[in-house]
Structures are given as C-alpha cells and as structure tokens.
C-alpha cells in the first residue's frame, strides 16, 4: 500500500488540526500558517487525483484496526480527488483575495477564530469528497453548517445576523431531515457505511419489502441536501447572505459550501440509494422540476435587482438550479454536467464576489448599480477579473461557461422525449437572460463616468501585501482551463462517475 | 413490575411527551414554557431508560434537563424577553433600576 | 412601443424595479395580556401571517404522519431481524474481545468508530468557537450589555449548592473515568461536570468558579484535548490502515486500565464538553470569562 494512500486521510486531520492551533495563534501567524496548510493540502489532492488516475481504480481507507463493515472507511477515486482538489484550491483562492476586507470587517482578536472556522469548513469538506460512510457524512456536515454560520456573522453588522439567522434556521431543517433519513437507512438495512447499505436497498428493492421506509427515506435525505444547498424555493437566504457578509465569506458559501452538498447527494445517489431504484427515479425527477424553476426565477430575480452583490447572489440561485437539473437528466452524461457546472461555478462565483468587492470599494464603497459607472476604468484588475466571470457566466466560447452549457445541451438530447425539448429552451431562454444582466453591469463598468472619483469610505490598512492579483489570476486560469481543455476535465470526470458506484 | 404496567407507562410518558412538545411551542409565557421544555428533557430521559440506553440516559438529563434550560433561560434574559417581577416591599413600588434584577438581594433579612 | 422604452430605461439604470430589500419590523409582544396560548395573538395579525402559520402546520402534520407511516411497517423494538442486525451481532459476540471495553457503546465510539466522535468533538468545538465569536467583549468600553444579577445572597441557592456541588463533581468524575466499565463515557461525564462548575458559578460567583477555570485554562484544556485525541486517533488510523502494528495493547477486561485509548480519550472528550458548557454559559452571562 503505498504512502499516497494516506493522503485523503492525512487532508482531514491536517485542517482538523490547524483548526486546533489557529485558536491561539496571533492573527498573522494564523492567517499564514492557514494558507500554508491550505496549500498542502492542495498539493495532497492532486497527488491522490493523478495516483487514482494512474491505476485506474480506487482505493478504500480502513480507519482502525477492524474490517470493512464494522468500522469507518475512506474511499478515494478520481471524482473524489477532483473534488477535492477543486474544493482546496477554491478555498485557498478565496483566503487570500479576501484577506484585504477580512483586516477591516472583522475585530482584531476574532481573526484568528475566523481562520479557526475557516480551517473546520476545509476540514468538513475533505471529509465530504472522501467519506465512505454516512454518518460520518453527517457529522462533518454539521461542521459544515456550523462553521459557515460563523463565517457570517463575524461581520458585526445588524442585517449580517439577521440574515445569518435566517441561514441557520433552513440550513438546520435540510440538517434534520437528512439526519432522519440517515437514522431510517440504518434501520432498514444495518449499516452505515454506503456500499453494504446499497447491498441492503437493492435487495429490499428486488422483495418489494419495505417500500414506503425506503422511498421515504430517500425523499428525506435528497429533499434535506437540497434545502441546504439552495434549491428554488429555498434559496431566499441568498441575497441577504451573500450581499452583507465579508468577501471572503461570501465567495466561499457560494463557490464551495453549496457544492459540498451537492457533492455528497451525488455520491449518496451513486452509492448508497443507486441511481436506478424507483424511489431515487421519482426523486431525480421532482429534483429536477426544481431546478428548471430556479434557473429561471433565479433570473428573473438578478434582473431585478438594484445591488451588485444581491445580483450576483441570484445568479447562484440560478446557476445551482443547472446543477440539479443536470443530476435530474440522469445518466452519465447528465452527471457529467452537473459534475462540470459544480466545478466552475465553484471558480467563477468567487471571483465574482471578490472583484465586485474591489469595484464597489473604488467607488466610495456602494454596491448600488448607480453609483459602479466607471468602476472599471478606476480598478483595472478588478475589472478585467469581473468581466472574465461574467462573460463565463454567460456562456462566451473558451471560457467554463460555455463547456458546460454544450454539455448540458449535450445530456439534455440523450432523452429523445419532452424532457429535451424543455431542457434545451431553458437552457436557451436562461442564457438570453443571463446575457442581459451580466453584459449590462459589464458594460455599466466600463462606461467612463462624468463624476469626480469618489473616495473610499474606509481606512485601507497600511500593510500594502495585497494578494489579490494573485487570486484573480488563479481563479482566471482556472476558467480558462476549463473553457479550452474541457475534454481533460471530462475525462476524468467520466472515468471517476464510472468507479464511484 | 408487570407487563402490562410497564407497558401503560411507556404509553402514558409518551403522550406526555407529545404534549409536552406541543404545549412548550404554542405558550405565550416564556419561563412557563421554558419549564415545560425542561420537563420534555427529562420525561425522554426516563423514556431512554425504559429502552434499556443509561449512557444516553444520562447525557440526556445533564444536558437536556440541566444545561440546555438554564443556557435557554440566560439567552431569553439576555434579549430581555424575561422582564423583571419586583416584589413590593412595606407597599412602596420598586425602583425603576436597570441594573437590578428580581427584587432578590432585598431579602437578606427574610433569609 | 412602452415595452421598448421600459427596455431602454432599465438597460441605463433608469428605471426602478422596486428591489429594496428592508429589514422586518419588529413584532410587538404584549406579555400583560392574560391570554395563555399564541392563538390569540394571531388574531390581531394579518391574513398572511395566518396563511403562514396553518401552513406550517399542515406541512407538520404531513411529516409526522409521513413519519408515523414509516415506522409502523418496521419490525418492532427487540424483535430478532437477522436482515437488519448484522453489525449489531458483530459487536456483541466479539466487542469486548476487540476493544477491551466492557461497555460495549464506549468501545463503539471511541474504537470502531472514533472517527465519528472525532467530528463530533468538533463539532462542539465549533460552537464554542461560534459564540465566542458572537458574544466575546473584546473592548472593555463597551458594556452596554445588562448585567446579571449576582444571586451569591441567595441563601437558599447557596446552602443547596453547598451540598450538592461535592456530589456532582465526584459523581461527573466516576462517570468520566468508568467510561468503559459502566454507562457513561466522556461526553455524559463532561456534561455533568460542566453542570457542576455552571451550578457553582451561579451560586458562588464569578470569584469561586474563576479559582480554576479562567480563560487561560479554557484555552489550554480544549486545545491540548482536542490535539491529544487528533494525534492519538490518527496513529491508530495511520497504523490500522497500514497494516501496522500498535503498542497500545487491550489489557483485561474489568480493569480500570485497560481497553487501550478508550481511557484516556474518555477524559479529553470529557474535558473539552465540560469546557464547553461552560465557556457558553459565561459567554451568555456576562460576554467575557
């Protein structure tokens, strides 16, 4: 077995363990040695993603001295590695763009525990890509949801806890929810780590035994992931959320936590429930319904919007909708989509955030459209940045975007029925819209403004170590990969979906 | 015990459980209804001990019971939702005094 | 054509779509009124919270008895289920021998599946970090909190807790460190030791309870405890799943030292829950240790 092996398990622990030791360091030597661990751990991602990848299959984890169904397990693939990969590097990203607004928003002795939180919401997500079992799933799943409530109201700001609140309150119903359907699982099959429970639902399946328990037991755990990764009708902590929390907390709820769910309902599917049993069929399907709705209220809603930042929080609403209407298609060129889209959006949308909060900082510190003319022209970087995430957003060829609407399109014709039709005029209808409110904030950007360039409200702290550059370069890169390699990524993904089962 | 008694108080704790749930949701006195959530912690307590769990048993009295009620009574406070009941002493009204709270260190004497 | 204007309006920021987002207003309680349930007060509210409200608890019911359904179908509490119980069987028939413990759940969560209560421990850590966050004053100017109110002159408070306290202390500790030989185990133990130093803080004040837990020692206990468990457990993960062989050996079964690490990890889980109870009940009570 060689030393690689132990890379999934040694990310977790890692970030488990900085976690520890942030919460009583001195601000800077936390936020260094978080970077630092988050850099590893990057580097511990793509080691696994190019071993599994090499020997074309996965590999299992056994932690402790016992066998398979009695203990807890890691299992690593290429989807799984990816995963991670994409969750660490996102997150590093982010770290960093934001940490010129962290200075300012947070108290001076907090900061440490923001990078304490920080380290716990990398933690629960390596977990998330690698778990095996689905109580552990649950238990970092609830680091997750604390953790990510701590990022939010370290801001100390009235509406900042009040939407925090709201986030709490729905993110903890999608928790209950799935904590049942997890408890119903074990006791309809006795296990709980998630192949020997797919043994026990494929044959409940075959009997017709205990139908009602195992249909509900899916509706909960699907319904309970989907509510706390912001489907339609419960996606209205979004604007509020996303518009009043620092930078930095912002592009990682909405590039890497939501994902994180999404993530662990596409492997509950694959692994515990199978995607071809009834119950998970009928589940795909109303998942499905959805997120054709979300995508296009989700729209509906940018257009409306008067602020920069409540705008970009609706498009995610709409763009997680894409991801559930891509695991609803279903087959493996559905998931691939779904799979494809969670990956960049989860590099476009922080981008977004970060660089909005650069223009809306040149421009006396609002986020109303009104007062964005010209922001462009007085942060060049910070334009640039924010119009490769909006071009990606709208679907421009050579940028991410516009791979994944081809692969939707592409997973969309496969069915041959209604369901394609209505796909591909949602997707088209959505891109139109998109269209719309993206171009307009880039051109709104980049229209020369008559009025004298208004100050920035507060104090930019003397430390003139701005990384920002580097994190809009990282995130750039990473669309554009995905934009003009997209058969790589493909691939792999492919070739990961086929060994996640 | 018997069978049958046990069987009737496994029933009647969990109506009362149902009860005690609904009833701490839809009071409108906080402290009554935070009593009432106490007593929910403790009927699932016994109920834990009838379904032969003692470890859960008792983390379920030290926390629920004990912990969890005093921590719910500390935040309704904090947020003022619990207002202050002076006790009136010699027929004189209590003072309107913002750091006080019940007229509780005015009994040294009744002690 | 109005549409197009409308097109053109919106395209340069003209026209206004009404997207404000506002806080909600505060909801006034009446608390003198001498009704007992919310139903009255619902009257005085609009139709749409009433909508709201039979809304939620029609969805309610829909679950509870979704729920109810569910269940009635699976066998019953004690019933054999030779399906359902294989893990079950396995735990029973070779638990003791596996892990040392006699208290077959401890050996179950802090042996076979210590990954579990690794998260779960962090889980409180987490929250403690939460609140500490929400709650911590650290600006000495700003207490405008109000203050609570110092029940040290209550006599009834203080006699009972002078006879309690030693009680409870003693009984959280034997809880703690029999872990593996009787029920309980860390997390119970911890919680009755965090009620105990809770109790004295409120009965003796601030002066008593701060004798040994200030925030120095909150900061030390969690965070030794939590590296102990993370540096203990991952040497037994990183030999199990290597195929390694440990030092750490079983001992007889009915000793109070014995069943490996599940001893020592009693008390660190024991240590960071109790720390965390009371690190909230300070954090809420006066926003600083």
Redesign the interface.
Known sequence: ?SFI??LP?LSV?LF??A???C??LKPKAARIFTTAVEAVVIAFSVATLLYTRGTGTFFR??????DA????QLRAGVLDALAAFTFSSVLLLSHIGGIRYAKIDI????QN??C??LN?IG?ALM?LSYTN?L??GY??L??LT??S??IL??RRQ??T??SAARYMVINLLGSGLFL?GVS?FY??????LMEYIKT?VETLDATGE?Q??LT??IGLVSSGLAIKAGLFPFHTWM??TY?TATPTSSAVLSGIVSKGYIFLLIKIMYRVAGTGTVAMTAARHILYVFGMAGIIMGSF?A?????LN?MIAYSSAAQIGYIFVGIGLGGEAGFRAAMFQLIAHAFTKPLLFLAGARLSESSGDSLL??DLQGAAHRNRAAGAAFAVGAFSMVGIPTLAGFSTKLYFAVAAIEHGTLVDFATLGVLAVSTLLNALYFM?TVI?IYTPSPAPTPLPTFEPSPDKSDPGLVCAVGFAAGILFLGLFPGTVSSLIISGLSMFG | MTPELTEILKISLLVLLVVAAVASSVMKKLVPALIVFTSFSLVMSVIWMLLESPDLAITEAAVGAGVSGVLFYMALKRMERIKREYIEKDGKAAPENDGEEDGCDNNETKG | MKLKDDFKKWLSYDLDLDEEPTMPEPIEFDDEAPEITIWHRLRQQGAHRKLYYVVAVICSAVLAFTLILTVSGMPRYGEDAEFMDTVTYEYLAHGMEYTGAVNIVSGIILEYRAFDTLGESFVLFCAVTCVLVLLRLDDEADSSAPSYHDLTHDIVLRRTARAIIPLIFVFGIYVLLNGHLSPGGGFSGGAVLGAGIILLSSAYGEEASGKFVTERTFRIVTTSALLFYCVGKSYTFYTGANGIETFIGNGRPGDILSAGLILPLNVAVGLVVACTMYGIYRMFKERRF
Do not use: Q
């Not at chain 1, 108290?107 to 907090?110: G, L």
């Not at chain 1, 006791?187 to 709980?192: A, S």
């Open positions: 077995m092996e132990n398990f622990v488990l363990f976690a520890v030791v919460s009583v984890y056994n932690m402790g001295h016992f169904p009695w203990s807890n108290e001076p002795k907090k525990s923001y304490t939180l716990l933690a977990a079992d109580f552990t238990v970092f609830e680091i604390l953790s409530c701590g109201v370290i009235g509406r806890t009040l049942l119903l006791g309809t099959t006795g296990h709980l026990g205990y009602i328990p509900v037991t604007p509020d518009g809603w257009i409306k919007s008067k602020y409540r459209f009104s307009r709104r």
